[in-house]
């Protein structure tokens, strides 16, 4: 499938048509996710012990942190589009396959497990393609836009996705909400085959392996005065919030007597902080300054992290949520917009892997340890440290003279 050539951007992302077509297949793509996550644990609890469930629920991670870097590689070679479509197909055909499986008979769990192995794998390389796309449909100027339109897409579907996919759970059961999560990611294939994309310059030289495509992306994010220090400042702020948000606020929360309840309202918080954020970069289109934005509102968001442990009330910790959803937000949009506006062309789809394998692959790993940490020493020493590490990111990023005074494309 050979990509369309459009002469360059000069309305506003959010007013043009490539884009707008590309927003709707991706929010409902992503719909599709939601609803699937939630099939497949419905489907998984109701099929096995919950043992049993956590395994199926986790099935897909390995692939997708092995695979991803390799996906990068594969998203530069083929193209993004390309590959964007082939794994909504993929995604499409298998979920759709289960939903007929669970409609005609009982097999158990082995083909969640399989689907759960398949939909990790072709993460791998639609996540890279995913992050990619966008700088082959605007120009450099309306890609901090961009950032915001899909923020506002992603909390869209986290929103939505849940009661849609409880909906199908009552009507029909697993088979309904998986099939209801299929119809959702084939809806962005025809619009994805409609969307137009520009050529971008090629990586100079003759083809290689894949093995030296990926040993060339890797060395171009270690040579860059931007990417490279962009890099560790995305790892630390990743690795300081997620443990904090995720298990850190069930534990302050039950701790606290707030219950699943207020437990819910901080994470509405966050995400009312964290779609403002987008919908701010949505209208505006860029914020100056954008190495320096993304390093103060790191270096301030670590704080807001660490203050959580030491809210006194609910609204309290609501408030504080909704200051890092926000922070978070804005300096999550700019790392992205620097990564896409200051890497090499040829290297985009291998870029993305990187930052994604960082963000989706290795920051996971920090849950086990601040649950463990929570046990041993208690909840403020944990979220004050949790604090510092994310706060190394800002400080990398305010220290780096490259990345502090990175602009983006006017």
Known sequence: MTATLIPSATTPAHRDPQVRRWLTAYTSSMLGDNIYYLALSWAAVRSGTPAQAGLVMSASALPRAVLMLGGGVVADRFGPRRVVIGSDAVRCAAVLAVAALLFLTSPGLWPLALLAVVFGTVDAVFVPAVGALPARLTEKDQLARVQGLRGLAIRFAAVMGAPLGGLGVAVGGAPA???????????????????????????????????????????????????????????????????????????????????????????????????????????????????????????????????????????????????????????????????QTRADPAYLGRVTAVSSLVSLGLTPLSMPFAAAAIGAWGLRPVYVVSAAVCGLGGVVALAVPALRTAELPR
């Not at 534990?251 to 964290?274: E, H, P, Y």
């Open 177 to 339: 909400a998986f099939a209801l999560a299929g119809l959702l990611i084939a809806g962005s294939v025809p619009l994805l085959v409609s969307v137009r994309v520009r050529d971008l310059p090629k990586e100079s030289g003759a083809v290689g392996t894949a093995w030296s495509d990926l040993r060339a992306g890797l060395r171009h994010i270690r040579r860059h005065r931007v990417l490279a220090p962009l890099m560790l400042a995305i790892a630390l702020g990743d690795l300081g919030f997620v443990g904090p948000l995720n298990v850190g606020l069930t534990l302050l929360a039950d701790r606290r007597g707030w219950g699943a309840s207020g437990m819910g309202w901080v994470l509405a918080g966050f995400g009312t902080g964290a779609g403002a954020a987008s919908l701010l970069l949505a209208v505006r289109g860029r914020l100056p300054r954008a190495g320096l934005v993304a390093g103060c509102t790191i270096v301030v968001g670590s704080v807001a992290v660490g203050a959580l442990a030491y809210a006194p009330t609910l609204v309290a910790a609501v408030g504080t949520a909704l200051l890092v959803g926000l922070l978070t937000g804005l300096s999550g949009a700019m790392c992205g917009a620097l990564l």
